[in-house]
């Protein structure tokens, strides 16, 4: 900041008041100390002769317009930070559970097979739906069915590894994508666990619900090298483990076999 210092005429008086100005002006402009501008401008209005106090008065208008300038700008900056980051939470999450949806979950999907393809290590695909979920919707309420779906997917998440993906792709059906599986036993074993982890009972504020699930099970590269092709395949799988008598999980099995 530039400002016209008093001349070497000045009373000494405006020359003392001026440092103890300046002072303060020093701890707003460096330390951003904001607070020090109602003691600043308490100095200058006691001294409204003083034509020092007049050029300071207009530099320190000039140094509170650019800070708050700045200040304002900083902000317009982190609204824009915020807008785009819930942007792309509403493009990438889906907004009752948080859980990926099926736009990123495909993406996912994507970079899973190539890290398979690198590792030598299956991946599973897991497509889930919820047994007896309409039910509780029609019988208990909405507000039920959207915290029923929360619960599960809090249990989906804490049954996973911090390396897979569990996806909501449209009402009460779920993909979990699982790569780098040791062996298909291991997918089949976690599977198991999942239909007991959602056998038991949710409590929820309309009351107790009890449910369970169906999962049909993919695996690449045995059944499909592509995303929609295992998609399907897992989808197939999830209406043979409905068809034996849900709450159950099945492997695909190719037609005929």
Known sequence: MSTDLPSPNAAASDVVLLAQLLAVAE?????????AVPELLDMVSEHP?????????EAFAKLVVQHEVKEFELQCTIDH????????????????????NRAIARDRLQQGMEQSRRSNLPLAVFYMDLDRFKWVNDNMGHAAGDELLRQVSQRLR??????????RLEGDEFLCILP???????????????VYNLAQPFALAAGI??????????????????????IACADAALYQAKNAGRNGWRLYEQPGT
Do not use: C, W
């Open 27 to 35: 701890r707003i402009a460096h330390q951003g100390d904001m607070q």
């Open 49 to 57: 002769e003083s034509p020092t106090l007049a050029a300071l008065a």
């Open 81 to 100: 930070l915020q807008r785009t980051k819930q942007e792309l939470e509403l493009a990438n999450y889906d907004p009752l559970t948080g859980l990926a």
């Open 158 to 167: 804490d049954a996973v590894r911090a390396v897979d993906t569990v996806a």
């Open 180 to 194: 780098d599986m040791l062996t298909v036993a291991d997918a089949q074993a976690l599977a198991g666990r999942l």
């Open 209 to 230: 619900a009890s449910i369970g699930t169906s999962i049909g099970i993919a695996l690449f590269p045995d059944h499909a090298d592509h995303v929609d092709g295992l």
